[in-house]
Nanobody, 118 residues
Framework: VQLVQSGAELRNPGASVKVSCKAS????????IDWVRQAPGQGLEWMGR????????KYAQKFQGRVTFTADTSTTTAYVELSSLRSEDTALYYC????????????WGQGTQVTVSS
């Protein structure tokens, strides 16, 4: 199982960023994809998840209206797009697969650094 994320991004405040997560080694539609971030000196923060089967999403309230998750089953790739970026969005962004209730995030991407700075 592998989750391979896109490379580091640098954005100005107010811009948007889109990070990809390419899944391989398992049936993409059998697991949800969670998105989690970690700001410098902070703990892990769950952003939400997507079900690749039907694209159903669940967003953490903090990110509602500013984040969009998508999943392309033809390329087994999940995406997170975050808009109206501010300096507080500077963080390492991770994708992780989740098997559903009672399970945990057993495989993680390597992380993508997003830096928001003018």
């Amino acid at each position: 199982v592998q989750l391979v994320q896109s490379g580091a991004e640098l954005r100005n405040p107010g811009a948007s960023v889109k990070v990809s997560c390419k899944a391989s080694g398992y049936t993409f539609t059998s697991y949800y994809i969670d998105w989690v971030r970690q700001a410098p000196g902070q703990g892990l923060e769950w952003m939400g998840r997507i079900d690749p089967v039907d694209g159903h999403t669940k967003y953490a309230q903090k990110f509602q209206g500013r984040v969009t998750f998508t999943a392309d089953t033809s390329t087994t790739t999940a995406y997170v797009e975050l808009s109206s970026l501010r300096s507080e969005d500077t963080a390492l962004y991770y994708c992780a697969r989740w098997g559903g209730s009672g399970s945990w995030n057993d495989f993680w991407g390597q992380g993508t650094q997003v830096t928001v700075s003018s």
